[in-house]
């Protein structure tokens, strides 16, 4: 199994230390956050010379032998606000442009591709409204992400236009090529299993996990309920050969700061990579 691990799990530290953490904790590949500017790869940066913080950042990760496992771009710090199927066509626009520049920051580091969110329910529009937009519009970021040899997968969330796995699947079958980056947790929380999650598999190219349960969006290992031993043994049976990252985040909401994050994640390697070895993945 290859594992890594999200560098926005220690927003206090500079990237250097955070990578040095990483690398020194036993993981060999690093999951990058672009939220905004809150995290220590900034989207201003990344916009403004996509080439030139994919140089500095990939100096760094190569000093500690760390590859990049992923490229995870949020936009905006809330849900709607250049959201992927914003109702308003001039916003999307806006948001795709964003999204190109990632993708050659994506490319200039040889990340494997990069994660996205699917959008939200906007107004009184239903469920298959908010997927049919989201559709349209990550079919187009499907095609740039294939023109450069990148997946694009999106992640499935609380809060999302696809807060089941039934959703998440409608979404993915309506949109050819996009992948799943699978986070079980928004759908433990919400009181889903890890069998409800199995007709996700094959179309996941991204795996991101934490403890969780229901109510529980992130806890210490020994508080974890989802069954990560069945994900991995469903991984394996699904041929999935990509990362599967460890996905700690530190804020207050769902009581996210109430975690020790570096005892947790070195706990929580440790458990994936004895499934690992288990499932033989």
Not at 11 to 39: Q, R, S
Not at 91 to 112: I, M, Q
Not at 243 to 257: G, I, N, P, R
Request: aromatic share 6%; charged share 20%; net charge negative.
């Amino acid at each position: 199994m290859k594992l890594s691990c999200a560098d926005y799990t220690w927003p206090a530290l500079g990237h250097k230390a955070v990578m040095a953490v990483v690398a020194d904790l036993g993981f060999t590949g690093i999951d990058l956050g672009v939220f905004g500017d809150d995290t220590q790869v900034k989207l201003s940066s990344v916009v403004h010379d996509p080439a030139a913080e994919a140089a500095r950042v990939g100096r760094v990760a190569e000093a500690v032998g760390l590859a990049i496992a992923d490229v995870f771009l949020i936009p905006a710090n809330d849900l709607e606000n250049l959201a992927p199927n914003h109702p308003d066509p001039a916003v999307r626009e806006t948001s795709l442009a964003l999204y190109r520049s990632t993708l050659a920051f994506a490319r200039a580091l040889g990340a494997p591709g990069v994660t996205v969110l699917p959008g939200v329910c906007f107004g009184g529009e239903s469920v298959g409204q908010a997927i049919a937009r989201a559709s349209e519009d990550l079919g187009r970021r499907v095609e740039l992400a294939d023109a450069l040899g990148l997946r694009l997968s999106i992640e499935g969330h609380s809060g999302s236009c696809v807060e089941t796995p039934e959703d998440f699947a409608d979404l993915l079958e309506r949109t050819p090529g996009l992948l799943a980056t699978l986070d079980p947790s928004h759908y433990a929380y919400a009181g889903y299993s890890a069998p409800d999650l199995d007709p996700l598999v094959p179309r996941t190219g991204h795996v991101q996990i934490r403890p969780s349960g229901p109510g529980l969006m992130q806890g210490r290992l020994p508080d974890n309920t989802f069954d990560l031993e069945h994900l991995v043994a469903s991984l394996k049976a699904g041929g999935y050969g990509g990362w599967v990252a460890t996905e700690f985040v530190w804020m207050e909401k769902w009581s996210c700061d109430r975690v020790d994050n570096t005892s947790e994640t070195a706990r929580l390697m440790q458990y994936l990579s004895e499934l690992g070895q288990r499932a033989g993945l």
